[in-house]
């Protein structure tokens, strides 16, 4: 039976691991925490990996949750985020291939409200997929 108790456990642990990726992520703009994903893309595409530890809990989650619909999503989220950041690190560091317009808005400061979203979307997955 899933308690409240255990509930709030991964939804702390997901908080933990979530906040661990913005601080290593947090830029003034996407280009800035491209730069920054890409020290680690370089040094090893596993270490760029590792480092995105909500994908792998997204995925033991999935399983713990026999494949909720709710799990799935965010499972499908993590994995749209790490192929979205592996394709613009190729497009821009490696291929340099980037057009004006991409330019302009990788370049375009953001919100600093933006990074810490998924503190408060992704906890709700968790908890809806196990009150069901």
Request: net charge neutral; proline share 4%.
């Amino acid at each position: 039976m899933i308690t409240n108790e255990l509930i709030l456990n991964y939804v702390l642990l997901y908080l933990l691991l979530e906040f661990f990726e913005i601080n290593w992520q947090k830029a003034p703009s996407i280009m800035g925490m491209l730069i920054r994903m890409y020290k680690y893309y370089q040094r090893s595409i596993f270490l760029f990996l590792v480092m995105h530890p909500t994908f792998y809990f997204a995925v033991w989650f999935a399983m713990l949750s026999d494949y909720n619909i709710w799990s799935m999503i965010l499972l499908l989220i993590k994995t749209a985020d790490i192929a979205t950041k592996i394709l613009l690190i190729q497009q821009v560091f490696i291929k340099k291939e980037l057009s004006h317009e991409l330019s302009l808005v990788l370049l375009a400061p953001i919100n600093n409200f933006l990074p810490y979203l998924g503190l408060f979307i992704y906890p709700a997955f968790i908890v809806l997929s196990l009150s069901n």
